[in-house]
């Protein structure tokens, strides 16, 4: 049986990007197996003022969430499983090693407060 574990990160913002890192602190090798978005706020949607939250693995984009019309509202309170799109190795890290957490606005942008919290899985080496 594996272990599983968890890490979190909070972004809040109003005008500008934000940048965070979630950080494998465990001592051996994890993979991600799910990704959530905890809204502390309501973030409307919009198609020319929203946000996008990307998880990355260096250049490798595993997750794009996007609070436009056809991506959907984030609701306070209210939990989001986020859809992993990386696979394989993407979503495996050594011990200590980081996963990037941005999120870009568009237009004018909404104010958003939120944690993202990140599901793993120790990898036998």
């Given at each position: 049986?594996?272990?599983?574990?968890?890490?979190r990160?909070?972004?809040?913002?109003?005008?500008a990007?934000?940048?965070?890192?979630?950080?494998?602190?465990s001592?051996?090798?994890?993979?991600?197996?799910?990704?959530?978005?905890i809204?502390?706020?309501?973030?409307?949607?919009h198609?020319?003022n929203?946000?996008?939250?990307?998880?990355?693995?260096?250049?490798?984009?595993?997750?794009?969430?996007?609070?436009?019309?056809?991506?959907?509202?984030?609701?306070?309170?209210?939990?989001?499983?986020?859809?992993?799109?990386?696979?394989?190795g993407?979503?495996?890290?050594?011990?200590?090693?980081?996963?990037?957490?941005?999120?870009?606005?568009?237009?004018?942008?909404?104010?958003?407060?939120?944690?993202?919290?990140?599901?793993y899985?120790?990898?036998?080496?």
């Amino acid at each position: 049986m594996m272990t599983e574990f968890t890490d979190r990160v909070k972004c809040v913002g109003t005008d500008a990007t934000d940048l965070e890192y979630l950080i494998n602190a465990s001592l051996n090798a994890a993979k991600i197996k799910r990704l959530y978005v905890i809204p502390n706020v309501t973030v409307a949607a919009h198609d020319t003022n929203y946000i996008t939250l990307t998880v990355k693995k260096g250049s490798t984009t595993l997750v794009s969430r996007a609070t436009t019309v056809a991506g959907g509202a984030l609701t306070a309170g209210t939990v989001v499983a986020l859809t992993i799109t990386g696979t394989g190795g993407d979503l495996e890290r050594a011990a200590a090693g980081v996963f990037e957490v941005a999120v870009a606005k568009a237009g004018t942008g909404p104010a958003y407060d939120f944690d993202v919290v990140a599901v793993y899985e120790g990898v036998r080496g």
